[in-house]
């Protein structure tokens, strides 16, 4: 008995790290702010752990029955967790409630296993022998669970199918736990009728998980939901309402097919107009070409350089004939250059080029600085390193969220920006899709805007880029902290900022 059960010792931790992981990834893809998640859901975990642990005390008979029954409620509790916070998210008032209490649920069982083990085994091994055998299994599931996750779990399975099979693993751990003891337990019907019941409806979660998320997520989206997909960085969601395409990354909107031409166009052309003969571009994020469609409409321009950390975005919007034909095969042209790497540890890898090589214009086109791993990439140490790949008359463009929701948020860029030692010029444009929204550019030298613009821009005019530069008082530029790498003020300022409008 004692190796099966020391092997039931690895999938106990594999699983629980698991679930774990599922949890925190959850939080992170819908509320945001995926250190405060993990953080949290972590140390919620490990606490419940220990007063699992503790409780373990008061389990006195019947420990191989007891451990069978905390093991089918381990399967059946945490298997169902990402099923179920995916479907409440949209209908309970305090999702945080939900979320920390599944975690304390499966936390508590799982802390009350290994000591139940430890005891049922100790009549079978010496107890140093037990103890390091018990905590080497666990550990080695452990570092397993934490590869098997992002590397498998994640990008080909999905959060809800990966709980439903691991629910299933710990499930069958306390079936063969039963066959092997059967002879020595009584209520063995039971408990095996308790198991079936278990595993038929984690089995059953399994084989229907597709269409549990696929019901979650039409609850949250509007529209058809015509794609969705995991990858190992993020959650991708494509909807349609009659004309209108819209896409979701974990959550958050980042464009409307409708008018995304007005955000890209002030995005693009301000600076390339404005910019004496461009030749070689770079842009980080806009994985979907939409700024590259618009970059193109430039003929000095001889090379487009994209760093676009997910290349399940890039197969989206090459493949996908609505979306190709939305950034007009933007992605296939000869000009472009994809870079499929983190954008801060590509451009540590580019400083000292030589003049030749360096960047005429720069777009930054990333999602909202929602979490401190894309937070990073706005950070005083960032956009010094973007300053070394830049030629000296070169300048770039930053997204910045919107100054009248995220005022503060919006002149953090700003300020950064200017922390690291660029000339900023702050702008804005109306987006119906997300409201007044905000960008910074920066160069070595003042900004002067041009008085032509490539013929078939939709939005941009000499008289429409005038107005961008031109701030309300209730968007005017106010004082805030400097977003470094140990002390990323600016995901604060957004998270309060945001959470505050969403709420209201």
Known sequence: MAPLLLASVFI?????????????????????????????????????????????????????????RIETLVGLVGGTSAAVLFLMFEQVESFRVLLYSMVTAIGILVGIEIPLLLRILKDELDFSDLVSRVFTFDYIGALFASLLFPLVLVPHLGLVRSAFLLGM???????????????????????????????????????????????????????????????????????????????????NLQFSSLDEYRYHEALVHPLLAAAAAPRRVLVIGGGDGLAIREILKYPAVESITLVELDPLMIELFTRNDMLAALNRGALASEKVTIVNEDAFLWLRGQQDLPEERKFDAVFIDLPDPSNFSIGKLYTVTFYRLLGRAMRD????????????????????????????GFVTTPYHTYVPAFGDWGYIMA?????????????????????????????PPDMDWVETGIQRLDDQVLIHYFDDEWSRYLIY
């Open 12 to 68: 106990i931790a594999t699983c629980g790290l698991v679930y774990e992981l599922i949890a925190g990834t959850l939080a992170s893809y819908l509320l945001g702010d995926s250190v405060t998640q993990f953080s949290t859901v972590i140390g919620t975990y490990l606490f419940a752990m220990g007063i699992g642990s503790w409780l373990s005390r008061y389990i006195n008979r019947n420990l191989v029955a007891f451990f069978v």
């Open 169 to 251: 693993l710990n499930v069958a751990v306390a079936g063969w736990v039963l066959f092997i003891v059967r002879r020595h337990m009584t209520g063995v019907r039971q408990h095996a009728a308790g198991i079936a019941a278990a595993f038929a409806i984690l089995t059953a979660g399994l084989i229907g998980s597709d269409r549990i998320t696929s019901l979650a997520e039409t609850a949250s989206f509007p529209g058809n939901i015509i794609y969705a997909r995991s990858s190992p960085y993020q959650r991708i969601v494509l909807t349609r309402e009659r004309d209108d395409l819209r896409l979701y990354i974990n959550s």
């Open 393 to 420: 008359d070169g300048r770039l463009v930053v997204q910045s969220t919107s100054p009248l929701v995220a005022r503060k948020s919006f002149w953090c860029v700003n300020n950064t920006l200017a922390a690291a």
């Open 443 to 471: 160069g070595r030298s003042p900004f002067v805007a041009a008085g032509r613009y490539p013929p078939g821009l939709r939005f941009v005019t000499p008289e429409t880029v005038a107005g961008m530069f031109r701030f």
